[in-house]
Every structure is written in structure tokens, then in C-alpha cells.
């Protein structure tokens, strides 16, 4: 079970790791849950209402290995000082965390990728981070319905990246999410 290490607000509160991967998504994606689903059941905050997460938190995995849990975007009201706030952490975050691996974009698979999704998206491959792709929510869809939103996904991102789907509700698919984060990071 990891262990709470802190919150951060700004970059120098980031504390020290040889090996982090982050976990990203908009508010209301499941992000706490698939965390939850991968490394126990009350490691991040699952809230009733979208978009309690305002810091990164960090999490230690054990032996230099950690994980952050970002503050989720575009669905959450926040004032616009929030907005830039969260530009500030994000920004520092990325330019500056060399012990980041791997970010890990979450999306909801029901729906097709927002404008912010889509961003991230741009913003992770034109910084040349690491990522991949979780759909989570497929427990929400008939078998037809994924098969139709893994085609769409498909033509709206025509490269090649690693993706999971899975449902963090029922912990489908996050047994291999876990092995191959395990296995690299």
C-alpha cells in the first residue's frame, strides 16, 4: 500500500523521487478511483463532488518510487486565480520533475475527448513526456458501444501509444495497467 508523502502547491514543495509517474486527467474522470482500484482502496480521496483535488499529492510506492495525483481540469468550477494557479504547479511540474517516467492520461471512455483532454494530449507529446492512455468507464458500455468508441479513439489519435481500457468501478483491466506499471516503473 503506498504511503502519503505530502501536498504541493509550488514546485519547491515537490518532494524528492528517483522514479514518479503522474496520473491526469479532467475532473470527474475516475482519476482517485483507478488510483484507488491500483493501489488500494482508500490511497486517494474519491469526493462526491468533482474537483476537491487542488495540489499534487504524492504518493511513495517504496525503494525511490513515487507517484503524483494531479488536480483534475476542465470540468470543476474553479475561480480564474485557480485556473492560473493550476497552469503555475502543472507547468513547474512538467518542465522541472526529472523524476517523472511516465504520465498517465485519463480518459472517460463514454465520451469523446474534450478540448482540455485533447490539449494534455498536444501538451505531453509536444514535451516529448512519456505517456499513456487509460479509457476507464468501460463498465458503463455494451460491448457494441466500446467497440465503437475504441474506433473513434482510433481515428482521433492515429499514433501509436500504449492504452488500457478499463473500469476502475469493477476493477477490470486494472490488473494489467498495474503489471505493466510495475514491470517498467
Request: charged fraction near 30%.
Amino acid at each position: 500500500m503506498p504511503e502519503f508523502i505530502k501536498s504541493a502547491k509550488r514546485p519547491e514543495d515537490f518532494p524528492e523521487s528517483s522514479s514518479e509517474i503522474i496520473f491526469i486527467g479532467k475532473s470527474n474522470v475516475g482519476k482517485s478511483s483507478l488510483i484507488n482500484a491500483l493501489y488500494g482502496k482508500s490511497t486517494a480521496y474519491v469526493g462526491k463532488t468533482p474537483g476537491k483535488t487542488k495540489m499534487l499529492n504524492f504518493f511513495s510506492l517504496g525503494e525511490g518510487r513515487s507517484f503524483a495525483d494531479a488536480p483534475g481540469y476542465g470540468y470543476a468550477k474553479r475561480s480564474d486565480q485557480e485556473l492560473i494557479d493550476f497552469g503555475d504547479l502543472m507547468e513547474g511540474y512538467f518542465n522541472g520533475r526529472k523524476a517523472l517516467k511516465l504520465a498517465i492520461l485519463i480518459l472517460d471512455v463514454r465520451h469523446v475527448p474534450t478540448k482540455d483532454d485533447m490539449d494534455m494530449y498536444e501538451y505531453l507529446k509536444e514535451k516529448e513526456i512519456p505517456f499513456i492512455v487509460v479509457f476507464n468507464k468501460t463498465d458503463k458500455l455494451s460491448g457494441n458501444e466500446l467497440f465503437k468508441q475504441k474506433k473513434l479513439f482510433r481515428s482521433l489519435f492515429p499514433e501509436d501509444f500504449t492504452s488500457f481500457y478499463v473500469s476502475a468501478y469493477r476493477k477490470q483491466g486494472t490488473e494489467e495497467l498495474k503489471e505493466y506499471l510495475d514491470s517498467r516503473y
